[in-house]
């Protein structure tokens, strides 16, 4: 079968086989013609297997015939990461070579002073984020009472990411009579009622149900302790030198560390999360693509759109909590029916992530250890050792200067007692209130200030008296 066999429009068709496409993947065979006849589709399919493909080349041929209404788009795809928008667009653009379709990508981290001004212009199809959409929205920029054709791309992505509610109020302001079409790379009971809730009576797509992952990637699972990761990924990039790699970290702190670790080490590395700004984002894709960074230590918020046409390696430096996000992960490599590789370096904790995952997957993971570096680990604690013993060396010295120190405190008393008792008593009585002493029967060494000031003024009065005689 051939995309010739297809319904295409000419045009649509002619751009297809400019790009190289032959042969259409099996999302693509069964979806193409579904769409083509108005009808609303559920597909699941994993990433790599031509999803954008499967309803971009439908909808361009379908958009041929109509009119189109300034700040009123026909088509709207919903993406949700700008990273996947940016690709639609791509192929949008690709596939729509020879037509005069508009397409406006509205994303966070862009101007939304310029992307009113290209919603002012020809809009056929819009491709957009949830948040920036729906900002546009509320202040007039755009209306979708023309829409003909709704896209929610990644919906389980959507579903992780909160995205629902914003999605809910979006569709709210769709018409009704509209052909609608969603596609989630994984199916559970919430991506379930989500296409309950937005699709009538939807035909499915559903390509290989028994498999999650992609055959063509060999996956395996390096079981490493938590300090030895990093020794245990430069060891593997080392020795297999990948031309093109992305390692994919956790969280965004450690896709920072990471990363610097690399470039001090002499790697091509750079960092992409979600605190870039996305004019950062898209340079450093570009630069990856290109070919001018070798690896690209990332975060989830880039696991889905980005699309590298010969990608051998994906490196998980630890497992996500969720066990889906390690396929949308590792399917960026051996995707269009190439090889691939997937090495995850698991630390002892994360055993039951493992065993989660390898239930997912419906398959055990080739385990194997890496003894170096539990070895690293090993040795980490030497210095501290050494740190420990020099402060203790300040500690075993200090008791000297103590004992020096009370023979001047010893001397001072032994002079001072005589003199200082009569010139307290006759100058000042405020300052024997303070320091009685004679301790007052029945009250210890402590004593009241009015017990004090009483008996202190009786026990004088008669020597005075008598030295006034004298």
């Known amino acids: 079968m051939t995309f010739a066999d297809f319904s295409l429009d000419a045009d649509i068709l002619k751009s297809v086989l400019e790009a190289g496409y032959t042969t259409p993947t099996p999302i693509q065979q069964e979806a193409i013609p579904l769409i083509l006849e108005g009808r609303d589709l559920f597909g699941c399919a994993q990433t790599g297997t031509g999803k954008t493909a499967s309803y971009m080349l439908p909808l361009l041929s379908k958009l041929q015939s109509g009119r189109v209404r300034a700040r ?71 209306m979708l009472g023309a829409l003909e054709f709704l896209v929610i791309d990644e919906a389980d992505r959507l579903l992780d990411m909160g995205f629902i509610p914003d999605v809910e109020k979006i569709v709210a302001k769709t018409p009704q009579a509209r052909q609608t079409l969603l596609f989630s790379a994984t199916v559970s009971p919430a991506v379930r009622k989500l296409a309950d809730r937005f699709l009538t009576d939807p035909a499915q797509v559903t390509v290989t149900p028994k498999e999650v992952s992609a055959q063509t990637i060999e996956q395996s699972v390096v079981m490493v302790s938590a300090r030895g990761k990093q020794k245990a990924l430069r060891h593997y990039l080392e020795q297999e030198k990948p031309s093109a790699a992305i390692i994919f970290c956790n969280r965004k702190t450690e896709v920072s560390r990471l990363s610097a670790d690399l470039i001090k080490r002499g790697y091509s590395a750079s960092p992409i999360h979600g605190d870039l700004t996305q004019s950062q984002r898209r340079e ?21 759109g980005i699309d590298v046409a010969d990608l051998p390696f994906v490196f998980n430096i630890g497992l996500p909590i969720n066990p889906e996000e390690y396929v949308h992960r590792i399917g960026r490599t051996g995707r269009a029916g190439r090889s691939g590789r997937a090495v995850s370096f698991v630390e002892p904790s994360e055993e039951k992530l493992l065993k989660a995952l390898e239930k997912l997957l419906g398959k055990e993971l080739d385990r194997v250890a890496f003894e170096d570096g539990d070895a690293k680990e090993e040795a980490a604690p030497a210095p501290k050792k050494q740190r420990t013993s020099k402060r203790a060396s300040p500690k075993a010295s200090a008791p000297e200067p103590q004992e020096a120190a009370p023979e001047p405190v010893q001397e001072v008393p032994a002079a001072s007692p005589a003199p200082k008792q009569p010139r307290t008593r006759s100058k000042a009585t405020p300052s024997a209130r303070h320091a009685p002493k004679a301790p007052v029967m029945g009250f210890g060494d402590s004593v009241p200030a009015f017990f004090s000031i009483a008996f202190t003024d009786v026990g004088q009065a008669t020597p005075t008296k008598g030295d006034e005689a004298s």
């Not at 894709?285 to 889905?304: C, I, M």
């Open 284 to 304: 450093t894709l570009d630069a990856f693509k290109e070919g001018k960074v070798t690896l690209l230590v990332a975060s989830d918020v880039a696991a889905r």
């Open 72 to 142: 009123m788009p026909r088509a709207l795809v919903l993406t949700p990461t700008r990273e996947l928008a940016l690709q639609v667009q791509e192929g949008a653009a690709r596939y729509g070579k020879y037509t005069k379709f508009g397409v406006v990508t509205l994303i966070g981290g862009e101007s939304m002073v310029l992307q009113e001004k290209e919603l002012k212009k020809r809009v056929d199809i819009l491709i957009a984020t949830p948040g920036r959409l729906l900002d546009l929205l509320e202040r007039g920029s755009i």
